[in-house]
């Protein structure tokens, strides 16, 4: 599956961003989906989750009550709505297709990764 981030730029704090991530082919749909980020220096960190059908999401506790992740199966899309932003949140953003089913935090338990996309948060 390849997939292909999109959507970051630069906000300002408070303000809000969507991320979409296009998958290459409809067996995307076999795959739950995370949101992860990697700040300048720092390691790659779990943003969110969402199941195969759509009916469970998890978020890192940082980002819990601003950010929103969803999918479309038919389009073979995932989005992540970023409220509130603050600038904290400025990192390149990577979407990933779990291919293990032991847990969905772990980069590990990630095979498949879109190519990034930056979002800066100005103060």
């Known amino acids: 599956v390849q997939l292909q981030a999109s959507g970051g730029g630069t906000g300002a704090a408070w303000e809000s961003l969507r991320l979409s991530c296009q998958a290459s082919?409809?067996?995307?749909?076999?795959?739950?989906v995370g949101w992860f980020r990697q700040a300048p220096g720092r390691e790659r960190e779990f943003v969110a989750a969402i199941s195969r059908a759509g009916t469970r999401t998890e978020y890192a506790d940082s980002v819990k009550g601003r950010f929103t992740i969803s999918r479309d199966n038919a389009k073979n899309t995932v989005n992540l709505q970023m409220n509130s932003l603050k600038p904290a949140d400025t990192a390149v953003y990577y979407c990933a297709a779990r291919t293990s089913v032991t847990g969905t935090t772990p980069t590990t338990n990630y095979g498949y990764w879109g190519q990034g996309t930056l979002v800066t948060v100005s103060s």
């Open positions: 082919e409809s067996t995307f749909s076999n795959y739950a």
